[in-house]
């Protein structure tokens, strides 16, 4: 299922996502399932530094036909304060609160089902599947901003290049040279892991 | 001309691309060295360290809050009330901003706060929180605002009540961790980053080191055809002179080393033109005199036996038929008339044939001239000779005739009446004549041929008077040229080279 959907990039102690199991309620369709590594290599050093990490969560359902039928995007913010030592994971619900690391990593090993689409009016006879990729960005543009202006405001390495006149008054600001090479992507660092669901309907689903 | 080309390109690319690629691989590991001494394992470690360290610190000043506030709890009596509140003075670490006492639900018994400040109070979930804690204690931070208060639950005459110290901490202290968790987090943004960063670096280098390849490319390529182009064509040039075109000239277009070539090849093309045309001019005067010699000499001979045949005639008749008698006379005198004409022709036509070889003596052109001027009292001249004409050498006697025929060609021209102007001067290596008229003009189909022998416009001319005069002018290395206007008269010039 994977081949057909095309290929994930894994990076970081191979971030995964499986075990995604659809489930009905109320119309809501609903997917629990499970992801490995994600708090771990360079997401983990980066968390605990304070800076932010962002998941991007990105369901797909398809059909028989492969057409893909529904999609949507939940971010998340999770972020550690150092000082007072907790974990805060904010969304489009509730935020969550941990006091520990292996508390929210417990949360991702276990995601409990998730809302993702409603499915008012569809055919319950249908053969779905769900798709699911998960983006984790580590260092966005905002992050990438910060680095340059502190790059640019150190003023430890300014050498004066007037070579031919002595009272040119040119600088060269290596320190601003040297941010010009920061890139202006909005993702700098991140990393994908994708998972398909096995096949279903959703008169089989309602009754689980 | 392609092959000169390419290996100037070749040469100056090799140049360029010799430093380039070395240099690259220095700045790849210059780039990689310069970010692995601030981003490595060791200053992950330290800075690790330091913030743990800071942490350590950060909660042991909110415990410090918590036991400044258990001490006041201490201090209180069991039925305290507002009264007994007293804010504590400052710490070191600790600025008090106000003391409150609560009730179980949540009312205010009581507070002290410092003056002119407003400080909010803690929420009452805060309140419900401390009870689940085993301490009895809550600290509530608020690091943006720099608030902190200890909530202390106490339980005291049968009631439980909370004590809440509200504090701030001296304001270097957070900003002194906040600095080091910035660099902190810096060094992990730095981190993430460290393969794209060089990465970057190093392309935008190659992106220079490649525009620099290109400009040096089409640098190279405008140099060597500078330079290619005009040798290509100096090989054209010479192909044609040798083929006999002797008017192919080469555009110059640079006044460098191959514009001085392309200058001086152009000056040789000139020099081979002329030297052509003067050797071809001599050839044809050597024929010309040669066939001048051979009839001077075959109608020279006859001359006088039919001279004396014809005085014999008159001579030997006797008889008494005066008619007769005076008709043989006028014979003989028109026979002697037309025989004395053929004479001088034949004299013109030695001279031609037989002109003596140069010879040279040092002279002053400006005395020759105003001796001949003197053969000719009644004739008007106007002159202007240059002062510093020096002495050279030439052939005086030769100078002398074509001086001579130009005069005599100008007062025929212009009359006896309007003065014929003579003029010298010194014009670096040359000294040049120059002899004016103020006649009719000469037409310019006529001027293209006046120097050649036989051509005259003298109805009694035999033409080789001005072919004589430009032969020994050509003799002595020199020129002379006519520039003649209708109505407006003729200027003769000649110019000898001045040889000291």
């Not at chain 2, 002119?116 to 690091?143: E, N």
């Not at chain 2, 005639?313 to 003989?332: G, K």
């Given at each position: ?39 771990s ?6 968390l605990?530094s ?18 893909r039928i529904?999609?949507a ?12 030592d ?13 006091t520990?690391?292996?508390?929210l ?7 409990q ?14 053969q779905?599947?769900?798709v699911?990729?998960l ?6 543009r905002?992050?990438n ?10 003023a430890?390495?300014?050498?004066d290049?007037?070579v ?16 010009l090479f920061?890139?202006d ?5 991140g ?10 309907t959703l008169?089989?689903i309602?009754?689980? | ?7 100037i390109i070749?040469?100056f ?25 601030g ?14 360290h ?10 410090q809050?918590g036991?400044i ?5 201490d ?6 009330e507002?009264?007994?509140?007293t ?21 205010l018994?009581?507070?002290?706060q ?5 400080v ?7 309140l ?8 009895g ?26 004590l ?26 730095l981190?993430?980053q ?14 220079l ?9 089409a640098?190279?390529?405008w ?9 290509a ?9 040798g ?8 555009e ?15 000056s ?11 050797a ?17 000499h ?11 045949t ?8 006797s ?20 025989i004395?004409n ?17 010879q ?9 001239i ?19 004409m ?9 100078i002398?005739?074509?001086l ?30 120059s ?7 000469i ?23 001005l072919?004589i005069t430009?032969?020994?002018i ?10 003649s206007?209708?109505?407006q ?8 080279p001045?040889?000291?």
């Amino acid at each position: 299922m994977l081949c057909f959907f095309g290929s994930a990039a894994f990076a970081q102690d191979s971030l995964q996502i499986k075990q995604l199991r659809p489930s009905l309620q109320n119309d809501t369709l609903r997917c629990s399932f499970q992801v490995n590594n994600l708090f771990s290599g360079e997401i983990r050093e980066a968390l605990l530094s304070g800076l932010p990490i962002l998941l991007e969560l990105k369901p797909q359902l398809y059909n028989r036909e492969r057409q893909r039928i529904r999609t949507a995007t939940f971010k998340l913010r999770v972020t550690y304060d150092i000082w007072e030592d907790r974990y805060l994971q904010e969304s489009n619900q509730l935020p969550v609160a941990f006091t520990s690391l292996e508390m929210l990593t417990t949360w991702w090993n276990d995601v409990q089902p998730y809302p993702i689409f409603s499915v008012d009016g569809m055919d319950t006879e249908e053969q779905l599947w769900i798709v699911m990729d998960l983006r984790v960005i580590v260092l966005t543009r905002s992050q990438n901003e910060k680095l340059k202006n502190w790059i640019i405001s150190s003023a430890e390495s300014e050498e004066d290049v007037s070579v031919f006149r002595k009272d040119s008054g040119f600088r060269l600001n290596l320190n601003r040279i040297i941010a010009l090479f920061i890139g202006d992507d909005d993702e700098v660092e991140g990393f994908i892991a994708r998972a398909a669901s096995t096949p279903f309907t959703l008169s089989a689903i309602s009754e689980r | 001309m392609s092959t000169v080309r390419n290996k100037i390109i070749l040469i100056f690319l090799g140049t360029v691309l010799l430093p380039v690629i070395p240099i690259s691989i220095l700045v790849n590991n210059l780039v990689h060295h310069s970010y692995s001494v601030g981003v490595n394992p060791s200053v992950e470690t330290a800075l690790a360290t330091s913030i743990g360290h800071s942490r350590e610190l950060y909660q042991h000043r909110k415990e410090q809050l918590g036991n400044i506030a258990n001490e006041l709890l201490d201090q209180l009596p069991a039925d305290a009330e507002a009264k007994h509140l007293t804010l504590p003075e400052a710490t070191k670490e600790w600025r008090f901003l106000a003391l409150r006492m609560y009730q179980q639900n949540g009312r205010l018994l009581g507070e002290r706060q410092t003056d002119g400040l407003d400080v909010p109070r803690v929420k009452q979930g805060h309140l419900r929180h401390s009870d689940q804690l085993p301490s009895g204690q809550l600290i509530v931070s608020d690091r943006d605002h720099n608030r902190f208060a200890a909530v202390t639950r106490t339980d005291r005459s049968g009631s439980r009540q909370y004590l809440v110290l509200t504090a701030a901490v001296n304001d270097d202290f957070l900003q002194e961790t906040d600095q080091t968790l910035e660099v902190h987090q810096m060094y992990q943004r730095l981190s993430l980053q460290e393969v794209s960063i060089p990465q970057n670096l190093l392309t935008a280098f190659l992106v220079l080191g490649f525009l620099v390849v290109a400009v040096a490319t089409a640098i190279a390529i405008w140099i060597s055809r500078r330079i290619t182009e005009p040798i290509a064509a100096l090989v054209t040039g010479t192909e044609e002179l040798g083929k006999g075109n002797l008017d192919y000239r080469i555009e110059k277009t640079s006044s460098d080393e191959i514009g001085e070539l392309v200058e001086r090849f152009n000056s040789m093309a000139r020099d081979l033109k002329t030297s052509q045309e003067k050797a071809i001019y001599l050839e044809k005067m050597a024929a010309w005199q040669e066939i001048a010699r051979r009839l001077a000499h075959e109608i020279k001979n006859p001359l006088t036996p039919i001279q004396l045949t014809v005085q014999e005639m008159v001579d030997q008749y006797s008889e008494s038929d005066e008619s007769y008698r005076q008709l043989l006379t006028e014979c003989h005198q028109i026979v002697n008339e037309e025989i004395e004409n053929l004479r001088k022709l034949v004299n013109e036509f030695s001279a031609f044939g037989r002109l003596p070889e140069l010879q040279k003596e040092r002279g002053n052109l400006n005395t020759l001239i105003n001796d001949i001027i003197k053969l000719y009292p009644h004739l008007a001249f106007q002159q202007d000779l240059a002062e510093d004409m020096p002495v050279f050498s030439f052939d005086d006697d030769r100078i002398r005739r074509v001086l001579i025929n130009l005069i005599e060609n100008a007062a025929q021209a212009g009359g006896d009446k309007t003065p014929i102007e003579l003029s010298s001067r010194r014009i670096e290596r040359f000294a040049e004549v120059s002899v004016k008229d103020s006649g009719s003009g000469i037409p310019p189909a006529v001027q293209r041929q006046i120097f050649q022998p036989y051509f005259s416009t003298k109805p009694d001319g035999v033409g080789l008077g001005l072919a004589i005069t430009r032969k020994m002018i050509e003799e002595h290395g020199g020129e002379i040229r006519v520039n003649s206007v209708s109505g407006q008269g003729s200027i003769f010039t000649f110019k000898l080279p001045i040889e000291e």
